[in-house]
């Protein structure tokens, strides 16, 4: 019975002991939470500890290339209105800080667990989801992550057979045909913004077909699933045609579009749409994203944008011209060390805006600009772009390691 844990087995609790204090270390040290390195001590002294830590959870897995760091936060809050929840709020999604996170949550009846494209299927095998959430795929990290037809295989053969229901968008067809191998499917109308990397057919290779916001292929016959639940303006349609307005203050169409997946999920467990909405709206910032800071006399807002979905969404965010924006980029380990996604953002929507550039690559970034045709400065440091910025509120938009620079330098 979810909730009602077992006693860890001897091993399991010195894996446990050993990874919280490597954990400690790994913080006093100033090197971040400890939730990665504690999970790899951990695991090495018992493989099985993953496992273990989840036998006793309801656990609601979340993948996706965009917006699942978000929507396991709005989940968590959500399912909160049935009993306690355990995640891994701050992102640390690869085996290893799952196993952290799930360690710390004797108490809790649920584990709301994000989990990177990769390695859903390995997690989902350890862990025995009563949920998978399934939200998007798209280019990202080119370097590291496989094509994202390949991605879409691997969750396909993974979700073949599973106990999970499976709560999947409906508007991306690499997820529809990926989910569309699970038997209990929930489909959802969440929408598509970016839609460069599912114009072929994932099932055939046809050529996909796309009259207004439908989607098929004329060769073989796939096509996108009636959904149950659907995004419709500023409102939530369940599967019996109620229709519940979305309460957030997270800015954005993608953030509704994630509230009505977070809906979707509570509802499997019990939590109706009203409580479950007006629980998300308690929700006010994920990880810094979308914090407005003060710093050096200016406001500055904190967008993170990781790849051309991610840019897309959030040039929709921005206030309008002639709001100032600083865009960072890096190419670190954990953003990707391969910038040619550069060349699939169309940064010509930042017309108007002054712009400030900054990060690791900002030169790449420079010359990507400079062929939009959107006029900019390049600066040293955040400190040298903010006081360059006219007046108004300013815009920061940052890939990963990009983002949690900024993050260091403004007091985050």
Not at 4 to 11: K, M
Not at 70 to 76: G, P, S
Request: with cysteine; charged share 20%.
């Amino acid at each position: 019975m979810a909730g009602n844990q077992e006693p860890l087995s001897p091993r399991a609790r010195l894996a446990v002991t050993a990874g919280k204090a490597a954990a400690a270390v790994s913080r006093a040290a100033g090197r971040g939470s400890g939730s990665v390195i504690g999970g790899k001590v951990a695991l090495r002294l018992n493989p099985d500890l993953l496992a273990e830590v989840a036998h006793h959870l309801d656990v609601v897995l979340v993948s996706a290339t965009n917006g699942k760091t978000t929507t396991t936060r709005l989940i968590a809050e959500a399912l909160r209105a049935n009993g306690g929840v355990v995640s891994n709020a701050l992102g640390a999604n690869m085996p290893a800080g799952i196993t952290s996170a799930l360690a710390g949550g004797s108490e809790a009846q649920y584990g709301v667990i994000e989990v990177d494209e990769k390695y859903l299927a390995t997690v989902a095998r350890d862990v025995t989801p009563k949920a998978i959430a399934l939200l998007n795929l798209s280019r990202d990290q080119l370097d590291r992550a496989a094509e994202t037809r390949m991605l879409a295989e691997r969750w396909r053969e993974g979700l073949s057979g599973t106990k999970a229901v499976v709560i999947a968008n409906a508007d991306d067809p690499l997820v529809v045909w990926a989910a569309s191998s699970a038997p209990n499917v929930v489909w959802v109308a969440a929408g598509q913004e970016w839609k460069d990397d599912a114009w072929s057919c994932p099932a055939c290779g046809g050529v996909m077909q796309r009259p207004d916001d439908d989607w098929f292929c004329a060769e073989c016959g796939f096509r996108r699933p009636t959904p149950s639940w659907a995004l419709s303006g500023d409102e939530v349609l369940d599967p019996h045609g109620s229709a519940w307005p979305i309460k957030l203050q997270l800015p954005g169409r993608a953030n509704k579009a994630n509230a009505t997946t977070s809906a979707a999920v509570a509802a499997a467990f019990g939590v109706p749409p009203q409580v479950a909405l007006e629980r998300m709206h308690s929700v006010t910032a994920v990880a810094g994203r979308y914090d407005v800071v003060d710093y050096r006399g200016r406001q500055v807002r904190l967008l993170l944008a990781k790849n051309p979905a991610g840019w897309l969404e959030t040039f929709s965010l921005i206030d309008p011209p002639p709001a100032p924006v600083i865009l960072s980029v890096n190419a670190r380990g954990a953003d990707g060390t391969d910038t040619s996604w550069l060349w699939d953002v169309d940064y010509s929507r930042l017309e108007g805006h002054p712009i400030c550039v900054i990060g690791d690559r900002k030169l790449d970034l420079a010359v990507r600009l400079e062929v939009a045709g959107v006029g900019f400065q390049v600066c040293e440091s955040a400190a040298e772009a903010v006081s360059a910025c006219p007046p108004g509120r300013i815009e920061a938009i940052a890939n990963y390691t990009a983002f949690q620079d900024l993050r260091r330098v403004v007091g985050n």
